[in-house]
């Protein structure tokens, strides 16, 4: 298919794909002549997955290259990508103050020994939830963070099954996007569900 | 204080001190001087609040502007400014395919006939939720679409106690700001809990 056509197939303008393709997330097409390119139906499955990260995961084009980059190796390993996957969370600009820091790296040790878990110091998903409580802590609602182990464990029931989904999938390329599409979109999944169920508790609570 | 302090004490550099003052997400200084002006705690609470609200929630300054606007209500109701706090997720630029829709809306009823949940047809956190069912299928991963009741459960269950913690707090003031940071702070959280728990059951499965 032409370029127009491609735009139709994949909800995605023109100008955008031509962005992409500058920026190495798409592969370009098939040269047919000076100016023209034909492209199939990958293109537009790979369209829709950059739309995705971007528009829900909420992902920078930088971190959607680096996940592509993950998924087209020839051989990629799942617990590759799945880490790449990771990266694109919200980071406090500032550093935290080290009491709070410390702080926050003791209550996280905590439900890390609760549940087994073997935690990197250098993993930046544990410096993002770091990040959160110290947040948290600065502005002085440790009420939610005290909530951390009832959170550790829903993230961790959900989590367990969610890898099961994988089991029930064939092809490599498939079992690897469905986990970065999982991972990006079951955060948006349960940010708005957890919003419907705070309205829901919300108007019981407080209206007449 | 002055500004420098201001800006020491929040950990925000004056250049976006003076940008947030513009936007107004910060309430003027008392004047002191032709160029001056004297901040107080109140500011430094403010800033540390907008940071939250921007680094880690991830809003833009117009949803902040929302939010403050709200609390800053000589009579905030907390059930608006839970509405309020309820926007800012993430939603698909295209329009999703109408067939995809009506599949989307349909599993949405079915969640919330389970547990008794009032949907509103306009809201946008309903929208949202549409939305990422809709990229699912459209993705071809209708496994993790299928997992929504899990999901749904999971966020009640937060959602309950997630209100309870508002029972513990006193000043209107307090539990506003609270039910805001909860919400936007709370999603990150658990995002990043739930990507530890996807890591500890991904190197059991796959690495040996």
Known sequence: MRMAELSRESGVPVPTIKYYLREGLLPAGERTGRNQARYDEAHVRRLKLVRALVDIGGMTIAGVREVLDAIDEPEPSL??????????????????????????????????????????????????????????????????????????DAAERLAEADLGILDGLTATESIVEAAVVGTMLGDAMLAALRRIAHQQASARRFET
């Open 79 to 152: 617990h590759h990508v799945l880490g790449v996957a990771q990266h694109g969370l919200p980071v406090l600009a500032a550093d935290p103050d080290p009491a709070g820091r410390d702080w926050a790296i003791a209550r996280v040790e905590e439900v890390a020994a609760e549940h087994g878990w073997e935690l990197k110091e250098d993993d930046p998903v544990v410096a993002a939830l770091v990040g959160v409580l110290c947040v948290l802590r600065d502005l002085g609602n440790t009420v939610l963070a005290d909530r951390l182990p009832d959170y550790a």
